[in-house]
């Protein structure tokens, strides 16, 4: 991994306002975003047959890996917007999932 959460999520907000597309108080449509970029990357696989998932995944491994971005992207977004540590909200929801 190249940066931490809170670097990255400050790169994408400088990118998004310098576009103009970086808006507050849109959680609604922040978390609309996370699953149809969510959904795009499922495309990648829909009537993919289990024996053909992993030539699927070389075939496409560049486009997959931008709707994951797309996915993170959203993601990071919002829950800046919601003022959530997403690192923090990853940590406890491990612990949690551990017990």
């Not at 795009?40 to 047959?49: A, G, I, M, P, T």
Request: aromatic residues 8%; glycine residues 6%; hydrophobic residues 40%.
């Amino acid at each position: 991994m190249s940066d931490s959460i809170q670097e990255t999520t400050a790169k994408i907000k400088e990118f998004s306002n310098a576009r103009g597309w970086y808006k507050k108080n849109m959680p609604k449509d922040m978390a609309m975003s996370v699953c149809l970029e969510a959904a795009e990357l499922l495309e990648h696989f829909q009537w993919v047959s289990e024996q053909n998932v992993e030539s699927q995944i070389a075939g496409k491994k560049e486009e997959i890996a931008d709707e994951m971005a797309d996915v993170a992207i959203y993601l990071l977004q919002f829950a800046d917007q919601l003022g959530i540590d997403l690192g923090e909200a990853i940590e406890k929801k491990m612990e949690k999932n551990g017990k």
